[in-house]
Nanobody, 125 residues
Framework: VQLQASGGGLVQAGGSLRLSCAAS????????MGWFRQAPGKDREFVAAIRWSGGHTYYADSVKGRFTISRDNAKNTVFLQMNSLKPEDTAVYYC???????????????????WGQGTLVTVSS
């Protein structure tokens, strides 16, 4: 399984970016796809997740109402639309895929055995 994240860049506060994550290989084991982020000196944290079947979505409180996760099943691609960006959103963003069916575990990095390489998002003030 390979996950390829793209779409990061430099944007001013209040701006928008759209991240993409293309999955290839044996993705039929995926039940959830997630986005996580890691700022310098901080732990990797959950941002959003989507259930591959049914499309239910889950968000961290810090991004709720500003970020939207979606998927294109036909293209095995997950997106993260980020609006109203803030300087504190600056981080390397990682996409991840996993077989868990336990909703309570989707915020944990341990639930995702497959990870993309990360894409840097920088929000200037």
């Amino acid at each position: 399984v390979q996950l390829q994240a793209s779409g990061g860049g430099l944007v001013q506060a209040g701006g928008s970016l759209r991240l993409s994550c293309a999955a290839s290989g044996r993705t039929n084991s995926f039940r959830f796809m997630g986005w996580f982020r890691q700022a310098p000196g901080k732990d990797r944290e959950f941002v959003a997740a989507i259930r591959w079947s049914g499309g239910h979505t889950y968000y961290a409180d810090s991004v709720k109402g500003r970020f939207t996760i979606s998927r294109d099943n036909a293209k095995n691609t997950v997106f993260l639309q980020m609006n109203s960006l803030k300087p504190e959103d600056t981080a390397v963003y990682y996409c991840a895929g996993g077989p868990t069916l336990i909703v309570s575990s989707i915020m944990s990095t341990h639930s995702y055995p497959y990870w993309g390489q990360g894409t840097l998002v920088t929000v200037s003030s």
